[in-house]
């Protein structure tokens, strides 16, 4: 049984970068991502990773973040420069483990001030 852990987050001003880190536990994961939701908002999409290493990005991102592979198996981060207070939001990391499971982090609260 898949299991996903986070790391990182907090408080930054306007500008700032933070860089957020996700582990998952158990095989045949084939995806692994970063969704946020802000106050009143939907969950939306910030960066995905699937095996064979392709990536993708919310349209928002505009090039501040890079979504990675950590040195660990199944180990993802998500680098987060040039932030904005439109960026506060919990952050959650997803993994999918095949055919479709979906495992969803406990989320990780970004705030950005300026």
């Known amino acids: 049984q898949v299991q996903v852990v986070e790391s990182g987050g907090g408080s930054v001003e306007t500008g700032g970068s933070l860089r957020l880190s996700c582990a998952a536990s158990?095989?045949?994961?084939?995806?692994m991502g970063w969704y946020r939701q802000g106050p009143g908002q939907q969950r939306e999409l910030v960066a995905s990773?699937?095996?064979?290493?392709?990536?993708s990005y919310g349209d928002f991102v505009k090039g501040r973040f890079t979504i990675a592979r950590g040195n660990a198996k199944n180990s993802v981060y998500l680098q987060m420069n040039s932030l904005t207070a439109e960026d506060t939001a919990v952050y959650y990391c997803?993994?999918?483990?095949?055919?479709?499971?979906?495992?969803w982090g406990q989320g990780t609260q970004v705030t950005v001030s300026s």
């Open positions: 158990g095989t045949n994961v084939n995806l």
């Open positions: 990773i699937m095996i064979g290493d392709s990536t």
């Open positions: 997803k993994a999918v483990q095949f055919p479709n499971r979906v495992v």
